[in-house]
């Protein structure tokens, strides 16, 4: 988990600098959380899923490893939707003729920029909850004779 936490995060913020220097669209970045990033959680998953024999004082630590890819897959999902919707309102704002000084572009505009926002916001809630698990994972295992 650590290992593929490393990873994961290593990936993207070396695309994230790119998407910053606008070298990368969203859109880039999102097909790389769908297409590396989620892949490896979903194996993640898909191993832990086959363990079947755990003795008794590992059965937390596969509880907290399945909550872990649980929520940060979720995590990646929700960022890589708010980066299509910055890549999707960038698209819409070029084809748009209204002025940008229009009041009624002005308030779609700043509606869609919170709900990027929120979006956004949830994924580094799980994010968050997602390293805490990780932690106890971290912790338990160190324990662990």
Known sequence: MVEL???STKAF???DVKFKKRQMTADALAALI?????????????????????PTEHGP????????????????????DGLRKIELRALQTKREQEPIADASWRRSAEAQHRAN????GNAEGKTHAA????????????ALP
């Open 34 to 54: 769908d297409r590396t990033i989620l892949p490896e959680l979903k194996a993640s998953q898909d191993r832990l899923q086959a363990i079947r024999k755990v």
């Open 131 to 142: 390293l805490l698990v990780l932690d106890r994972i971290k912790t338990a295992k160190s």
């Open 5 to 7: 936490e490393n990873q």
């Open 13 to 15: 913020q070396a695309a």
């Open 61 to 80: 630590i596969l509880t907290d490893a399945k909550e872990y890819l649980r929520l940060r897959s979720e995590s990646w999902r929700l960022r890589a």
């Open 117 to 120: 926002l929120a979006t956004i």
